[in-house]
Structures are given as C-alpha cells and as structure tokens.
C-alpha cells in the first residue's frame, strides 16, 4: 500500500502526494462527487457531504468521529476537470484559518498521482495543521480511498 509523501516547501506551504491504481478520470471523480467522497474522505467514519462542484460553489463535510462532529467547509476557487481544483479549506471549530489547496492530478501507465498544495496564512497555521495529526488521518483516508477504488474499478 502507498503512504502521502510530505513536504513543506515553504514556511506556509504543505504538500501532500499519493499514487493511486486507477485512471485520473475516476480518481478526480472520486475527490469531486458526493457519493464518492462518502465512502472514504471520513476514513471509513460517517460522513455528511454537501457540494457545489462549480467555481464559487461552496462545500461542507461533516465526519462523525469518538461520538463528535467534525465540520469542514470552503468554496471552490478554480476547476479544471479532471486535471485540478482549488478550493479553501477550513475546521469549522477553528474558524478563520483557512487555507487555499490545488489539487493536481497525473496520469501515467493509468496510474494516478494525486498531489495537494496546501498554501497557509501563516507559518503558525501552517505548523499547527502538521501537528494535529493530519498526515494520519490523510493516510487514513487515502487508505480507504485505495478500498474504494478496488470497489468501483
């Protein structure tokens, strides 16, 4: 199984990269459409999905997780289907940090590499995401995804 590489090319960036056994077609759809994201953006968690997949559509995702609600939300900024978006990204228990993130996605050998620039407002948020335990829960939930895409292939 692959794991997200990480990197953090500057003092507020993050990137995120993982490869996935599926066309980038499917792979995109799976980042961008309710009921995909359903099955393994909350890793393997309940997940309520609201999405407006247009520029200037908004987006909300709600894990339930050790009997709690997570809330996430943003609005997508640019979409390029099915080679990138952009949407913000926001905790909803944090609000105002929030975060702009590109999503890219290449294919080779119908292999899938899915790479995540995260650009914060500052280093301290920036600090604060890569020590909250978010590289697991990526792991996590790519993780699923690789279940998911098993299943639908």
Known sequence: MSTITVSTPSPTELVLSRTFAAPKALVFAT?????????????GNPLDVTIDFRVGGAWRFVETADGKEHAFRGEF???????????????????????????VFTEEDGRTTVTASSTFASQQDRDGMLQSGMETGANQSYAALDTYLTKIS
């Open 31 to 43: 980042h961008t459409e309710a009921e995909h994201l359903r099955h393994w953006w909350g890793r």
């Open 77 to 103: 900024r640019e979409i390029s289907a099915p080679d990138t978006f952009t949407w913000t990204f926001e905790y909803e228990p944090m609000a105002g940090h929030v975060l702009v993130e590109t999503f």
